[in-house]
């Protein structure tokens, strides 16, 4: 296992079963939001979104670590000085590189960062907010910004998400990045 890469499955609408399934047991993984219901097994779990912690009880019990922003989340631990940095910060993807940065990451792998579209599932049609093109647009400066920081610190980021509009991070895919066996779609 690669103990200082970690890799981020976001809930986009290109992350699948067999890329997470590729990914398990080769290094560290964060699952984003409902990114944990198809990598139920990953390290850490990180939302910041209290309704969405609200929505989903089940997430609180996730085996993992459990992370959020929000200090309206009780069943986790809380990264602070997160928005002083990058912004309000409200993604939780961006939230997620931060994760896997304070757990020591030296090289982070993005799946499912599509910053486009919906999600894996579809729109939430629970209640919950669907990220609108504004926000996307807006999020993509706080990505700059975290680009920055990381790159000063010397950690890695390769986009390993098919057609991502994050156009921020070296662009890559799964068997180039954590080896050469082939992922189905």
């Known amino acids: 296992m690669q103990a200082d890469t970690f890799v981020l499955f976001a809930p986009g609408e290109s ?52 992370f959020s922003a929000n200090p309206n989340v009780d069943c986790v631990e809380q990264v602070k000085k997160f928005e002083h940095v990058i912004g309000r910060g409200s993604n939780s993807g961006l939230l997620a590189m931060w994760v896997a940065r304070m757990l020591g990451a030296k090289l982070i792998v993005l799946v499912g960062y599509d910053m486009k579209g919906t999600h894996f599932f579809g729109p939430h049609t629970d209640g919950l907010w669907n990220t609108t093109p504004e926000q996307f647009a807006t ?10 920081l990381l790159d000063k610190e010397g950690i890695e980021v390769m986009n390993c998400t098919p057609k991502s509009a994050l156009k921020c991070f070296r662009k890559s895919n799964l068997e180039a990045v954590l080896g050469h066996a082939q992922v189905a779609a």
């Open 139 to 148: 999020f993509q400066t706080y990505f700059e910004a975290l680009k920055k």
């Open 15 to 66: 992350l699948t079963q067999a890329q997470c399934d590729f990914v398990r047991g080769r290094c560290k993984t964060i699952a984003v939001s409902d990114a944990y219901r198809i990598a139920p097994w990953a390290d850490a779990l990180v939302a910041n979104d209290a309704a969405w912690w609200k929505a989903r009880p089940d997430a609180k019990t996730f085996a993992g670590l459990r």
